[in-house]
């Protein structure tokens, strides 16, 4: 009876989104919302991508490591919002088991890379204000290319492991997922089997690409704020600070909603509401908040409209 009872539960072969709403004429207005954001999260992102490629005055750490950034979000918005876009203009709300296996691990994988680069990022701009003599020698091409491929690396390992925990499981016959993508711990709550290892894995994994490079930014800042406070004259600490500012901003954000996805777990609700900021909303303001005030960006992308190479 036991071995009756695995396989039925084993035989689970797709899974529900119920999404944000079930309100037809609200489901096409969130069509149009997330579609159109979607579309600027890619465009704007893309743009950062062909400005720091083209333009050689942006051959530099700095940009190297933005424009990585700027693909991680074009690949962190698309693991999830395509699928929602399909389910919200078909009015379905399957999703393979293969497929919410692969959201869940590609999830994973994007959000620890993001968290990587970002510390890299915090890490770059400490050798550039407190040690700027030595800036091209210690940050040169061959170090920025190995700390990109070891965050990679990183979050690939990470990913797996997710997926191969995962795989383990089996879930029961109820198998909605109150949220628009699949969200691991949504979907550890569908799981009929055991999940203290998940559980032990996540806490494990969130502690260490979680915390340790987010000491890692707080760390850079302080000697950031240090060395800042040092200058003698306003204009030159806001001058030094202003090149850290947009860095700053994207951390703020990227953590802050980060923690407000981990606090509403409880409620799934409050908790789809708080990943719409985090999975779309995030990626999709981090090109303007690069561009806007960054002189650099703004002739880079200038040129770029005027050449016609878009």
């Known amino acids: 009876m036991g071995k009756i009872e695995g396989s039925r539960r084993s035989s689970v072969s797709e899974f529900l989104l119920l999404g944000l709403s079930d309100d037809p004429e609200l489901q096409l207005l969130l069509f149009g919302l997330f579609l159109s954001m979607y579309l600027v999260t890619i465009l704007g992102n893309l743009l950062i991508i062909l400005a720091v490629t083209s333009d050689s005055h942006l051959h530099s750490p700095m940009y190297f490591f933005l424009s ?66 030595h800036y091209l020698v210690i940050m040169n091409p061959l170090l920025c290319g190995l700390f990109v491929l070891v965050s990679f690396s990183i979050s690939l390992l990470t990913s797996l492991l997710h997926y191969l925990v995962m795989s383990q499981l089996t879930f ?98 409050s908790s789809a509401a708080a990943s719409v900021v985090y999975a779309i909303i995030t990626p999709m303001l981090n090109p303007f908040i690069y561009s806007l005030r960054n002189k650099d960006m703004k002739r880079a992308l200038k040129t770029l409209f005027v050449k016609g190479n878009i």
């Open 68 to 133: 990585n950034l700027s693909l991680t979000d074009v690949s962190f918005t698309t693991t999830t919002i395509p699928k929602m876009l399909v389910n919200l203009q078909t009015h379905s709300k399957s999703i393979t088991y293969a497929g919410c296996l692969s959201q869940v691990t590609f999830f994973s994988l994007f959000v620890c890379l993001e968290s990587l680069l970002l510390t890299v990022m915090a890490y770059d701009r400490l050798v550039a204000i407190c040690h700027p003599l």
């Open 172 to 269: 029961c016959p109820e198998v909605e997922i109150p949220h628009f993508f699949c969200d691991l711990s949504q979907l550890l709550n569908l799981a009929c089997s055991d999940t203290s290892t998940n559980n032990i894995l996540i806490y494990f994994i969130g502690t260490i690409f979680g915390g340790i490079p987010l000491s890692g930014i707080l760390y850079s800042y302080t000697q950031i704020m240090s060395s800042i406070l040092r200058i003698s004259s306003l204009g030159g600490r806001y001058k030094v600070f202003s090149t850290c500012g947009s860095h700053l901003v994207v951390v703020c954000l990227f953590y802050g909603t980060g923690l407000g996805v981990y606090l509403t777990t409880h409620n799934a609700h």
